[in-house]
């Protein structure tokens, strides 16, 4: 069960900036409520945070769907975001209590494992001030340019061994996020790369391809499948 930041006394906290309009999504509402096989992707996202984290929860939604939101989630404190996603934490850990260990998780990822979770908080809490999960990149990547035309043109292929596509929930000591988010100038997609920007380690653990960030209709329709076959197979086996 999970509890308020103020009154928990959480040793960690999952802020889940969930207050973007999904616009690459195209659904008529904010894409944190979009239903996702019977329940929002919202409450998918915060049943899916295991319990033995122990963790308190804050979700950030946009300013008008606030008290539905606390409606849908009973014991998580509910805020409104920013304009940017980063607004959008920064609203996440004002809220967030004293908890020492912060993680930010996007609502945009509902099915993420709990051993991704796990692995996150064991490496922060053994002293990394910065944990991303990732996985290693499938294609080959190719840096472009554009030619007279306007065309785009190969400059380079990229060492796809040296990379990896990074997930949430990314992990941090407060005093960690706290520095990345004191400087947000210029562009960051994620809070890792706030971090890096301060001088911060940051360090990778593995991540899970159900970790899967819905941001396109595609992506909906393979999330909306899995969670189908998931409740299909559960139904089978009972
Ligand atoms: N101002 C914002 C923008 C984004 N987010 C959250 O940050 C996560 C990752 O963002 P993304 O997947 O890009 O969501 P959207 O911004 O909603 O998508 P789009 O760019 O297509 O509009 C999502 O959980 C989203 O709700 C947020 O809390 N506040
Ligand atoms: C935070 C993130 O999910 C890590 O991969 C990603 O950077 C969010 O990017 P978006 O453009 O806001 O979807």
Do not use: Y
């Not at 006394?9 to 973007?20: F, Q, R």
């Not at 922060?124 to 944990?131: C, E, K, L, N, Q």
């Not at 562009?187 to 396109?216: N, W, Y």
């Amino acid at each position: 069960m999970t509890t308020s930041p103020e009154d928990s006394g959480a040793e960690v906290c999952v802020i889940i900036p969930a207050a973007g309009s999904g616009t690459r999504l195209g659904e008529p509402v904010p894409k944190a409520f979009v239903d996702l096989g019977g329940a929002t992707i919202i409450e998918r996202c915060v049943d899916n945070i295991p319990d033995s984290l122990g963790a308190s929860i804050v979700v950030v939604v946009p300013a008008d769907l606030v008290e539905r939101a606390r409606e849908l989630l009973p014991g998580v404190v509910v805020v409104s975001g920013g304009a940017h996603r980063s607004d959008s934490v920064r609203a996440g850990i004002a809220a967030a209590g004293t908890a020492r260990i912060l993680l930010v998780h996007d609502a945009a990822r509902p099915l993420t494992p709990a051993h991704v979770f796990t692995s996150v908080v064991e490496a922060v809490a053994a002293g990394h001030p910065a944990v991303v999960p990732g996985v290693p990149v499938v294609d080959t990547l190719k840096q472009v340019t554009s030619d007279a035309s306007g065309l785009e043109l190969v400059a380079r292929t990229v060492d796809r061994e040296e990379l990896r596509a990074v997930q949430t929930p990314q992990g941090f000591t407060r005093d960690a996020l706290l520095r990345a988010h004191t400087d947000d100038s210029g562009l960051a997609t994620d809070d890792a790369g706030l971090a890096e920007r301060c001088g911060i380690p940051v360090h990778i653990v593995p991540g899970d391809p159900l970790a899967m960030k819905i941001t396109t209709p595609w992506d909906l329709r393979i999330i909306r499948d899995v969670v189908g076959e998931t409740a299909a197979d559960a139904e089978a086996r009972s």
